[in-house]
């Protein structure tokens, strides 16, 4: 599975549906009780990208200002 390593937590890009449970048990493992949500997000070509967010790192969007989650819109 590519993994880009940004930040802590983590991100796996690239990975096909049936590979999604494996890669969510991977990053609990690696995170276990710090992980804050979860997102699957559906990419091009029926390719997935599993980006999971830690409690501090939620907590340091949150300090800078950044309110919107990917996807989300005022409108």
Known sequence: M???GSGPAGKVEGIPLF???KA???QIKKNG???FQIH?????HHRYTVRVE???EHAR????????QDGDSNG
């Open 2 to 4: 590519p993994d880009d």
């Open 19 to 21: 590979l999604i449970p």
């Open 24 to 26: 969510v048990a991977e």
């Open 33 to 35: 009780d710090a992980i």
């Open 40 to 44: 699957v997000e559906r990419k091009f």
């Open 54 to 56: 830690t409690l501090d």
């Open 61 to 68: 969007r949150l300090k800078q200002g950044d309110f919107l």
